[in-house]
């Protein structure tokens, strides 16, 4: 167990977030991670990192304000928000995501949670990782209450087992199973900008969604670059490739295709229609306060920021598991998400002010969030300029 | 087990810090006192606290730095330390004392040890404290390792018995347990006060200590008040009784009689000589790289803050055991602490600029730190303005 938590630990820091010497490096993490953020502080130390802060943030104590707090919900906390916006060139980011108990606060009033989201920090922290100034990764972290929730039982040896897996840190060379999953990942992206699509299609039940591309706009996958020039992973594991749509050119309706768990709250038969790129409906099984709050948070949260694409082939779909935990569960399935649009996908115009990213189609905005759309009973095409269709996607599996 | 957790946070909360309606409850813990943290959470809220801030720090990861950080140690973090000096009236501290591992850096390199000592974020601490702006409280919370060091066994269970005698939480009615056990010590230090002693004399093996008294100074217990007139119990035990002595009348030698963790290094076989106030001559088998970085932080930082008497008739001392944890020991053992002085022992001079403090007796530093130099062998007297002496302490029990 210590081997394979110092094992992880180098694969976050030398292929993930690929931490440079001289870095500070922040772990963003819950107290149940604390095995995991020592291993990581040893790795980001022994990789050169001039110093290592943890950011232990508590769910269980914000489920404490909603259940016994005041009646008048307070705004944000001073300071701590504050600190994100010093983060520059000069630091590297683990966040070792996934609630340590996803759908804690599904038994909560659901206008409490919502109001007591921390919108002010996801804000900055977003800002701080589409500008591309951080090398950041986003990795899992097993605790027996996320076990519980996957596999029926608190089995975090098994749940291991799954993150091992999903993140090739078994392979005997992880670093060289990253880079040869990478290229194959980025040679998918390169079909897709072959194909030159003006946009994609989403067929299956309950869907039936066009998301309209940029025409300069390029697919991505797997590793990108901080505008400093540090390559890194930002999310493991990674399986998709993506690019932000045109936010003005979304039309007609979708349904999500498995649950969403956004900020300890799972979000249930989520279904969203769009006109002329803006969600102008959403209704849920469960968790709809949320996500009313969520995209209406600024006046282009509406509108989609990320298009991304990934089949049931993926080492995260072979799975056959829900996660409750978007990291994992985008990479088994086709995804969008509203707010803030994907940077890397126009280049050319990186360091613009929001009114070139606006205009150009890139969307801008305070919030991000993923659900899932894809699945066996959705096919996916690519529709070029001229009206025809190219099958990306049939029975969950690429056949380009 | 989560009754219990409860009840020991309502009492942290009510009879310790006593946090009041609209307060700002910061919680100072370690990864390993989530449950304790998320407990305290609650109570506080329940009390009316307006927010609550839990502030996780890792001491481990401090290690990572120490084992493999770079070899010039980077100065203080930006940002979190400076946090402290925003707290104010509206914030009360609830403070989770205790190394979840005491002595976790007895295997590192001293001067690495003493080099990464967070004394900035230990002085702007103190300062807070120290000046009655706020209420707050310390209070401990049991870990594996914590039990390991003291029990010889990781029985938590069996150090939450200790924790549960000690603290008065397992009386039928602790709330009014404490009221009758802070008017035994109220009254004690009403005996002193009537004293009107000169100085107090330790004798014992390596002990021959004078320790000079401020004609007005008013001797301590239990209770205290903020300047804002709020009543907390700011140590959880507490057995002690305190004055401020006058740090420039300070003479003889000591030994401790008792290991001291501080910042989780163990200081053994400590022992120090006093002229005129100062400290001369710092010894131990073990630590004394740190004692003599904490001594030289500041000008003052060698003369002595503070003066405790406790007898081995404490709940602490009647456990007979070495709790490796100065917030226990210190209740069972006579302590002296160099650094800053308590301000309450002359409370006339209340909001006074550092020099009248200092021209009236009372240190001003940006250290404080305890250590246990009481015992069976050791006898105190106090010593009256014509020479006579007092006895206090005989055999280990007050004799007042």
Redesign the interface.
């Known amino acids: 167990m210590d081997d394979r938590l110092e094992r992880y630990a180098e694969l976050l820091v030398r292929v993930g977030a690929n931490v440079q010497p001289g870095q500070e490096v922040v772990i963003l993490a819950a107290?149940?991670h604390?095995d995991t953020?020592?291993a990581v502080?040893?790795a980001?130390?022994?990789a050169?990192?001039?110093?290592?802060?943890?950011w232990?943030r508590?769910p269980?104590?914000r489920r404490?304000?909603i259940?016994?707090?005041?009646e008048q919900v307070?705004g944000p906390?001073?300071?701590?928000p504050e600190?994100i916006d010093?983060w520059d060139e000069g630091t590297a980011l683990v966040s070792l995501s996934g609630d340590p108990s996803p759908g804690l606060f599904d038994d909560l009033d659901p206008a409490r949670v919502a109001a007591t989201e921390p919108f002010d920090e996801r804000e900055r922290y977003i800002q701080k990782v589409v500008s591309g100034v951080l090398n950041w990764v986003i990795a899992a972290c097993p605790t027996p209450a996320w076990a519980e929730r996957v596999l029926g039982t608190p089995d975090v040896e098994a749940l291991w087992r799954l993150v091992g897996e999903t993140t090739r840190l078994e392979q005997p060379d992880p670093v060289a199973a990253w880079r040869e999953h990478g290229a194959r990942l980025t040679g998918r992206a390169a079909t897709l900008n072959d194909l030159a699509l003006d946009a994609i299609r989403f067929r299956g039940p309950g869907t039936d969604l066009e998301v309209g591309l940029i025409a300069d706009g390029r697919w991505g996958a797997a590793g990108t670059t901080t505008k400093g020039g540090i390559e890194f992973v930002p999310n493991l594991p990674t399986e998709e490739v993506f690019t932000a749509p045109d936010w003005r050119r979304t039309q007609g309706t979708v349904r999500s295709t498995m649950p969403l768990v956004l900020g300890g709250t799972t979000v249930r038969g989520l279904e969203m229609r769009f006109e002329e790129g803006r969600i102008v409906e959403v209704r849920a099984e469960a968790g709809r306060e949320l996500i009313e709050a969520d995209t209406t948070r600024d006046a282009q949260a509406a509108f989609l920021g990320e298009v991304a694409l990934v089949d049931g082939s993926s080492a995260v779909g072979r799975t056959g598991r829900i996660f409750y935990n978007t990291l994992f569960d985008e990479n088994a399935r086709c995804h969008i998400a509203y707010g803030a649009g994907i940077e890397t996908t126009l280049p050319a115009l990186a360091g613009s002010e929001r009114e070139a990213w606006l205009a150009a189609g890139i969307n801008v905005s305070r919030t991000h969030t993923d659900f899932m759309i894809g699945g066996p009973e959705v096919d996916v095409d690519g529709i070029r300029a001229d009206g025809g269709a190219v099958p990306l996607i049939r029975a969950d599996r690429f056949v380009i």
Do not use: N
């Open positions: 107290p149940e604390a953020v020592r502080a040893r980001a130390y022994r050169g990192a001039r110093r290592v802060l943890p232990y508590d269980h104590v404490a304000l259940e016994f707090g005041p307070p906390a001073r300071y701590l600190w010093t």
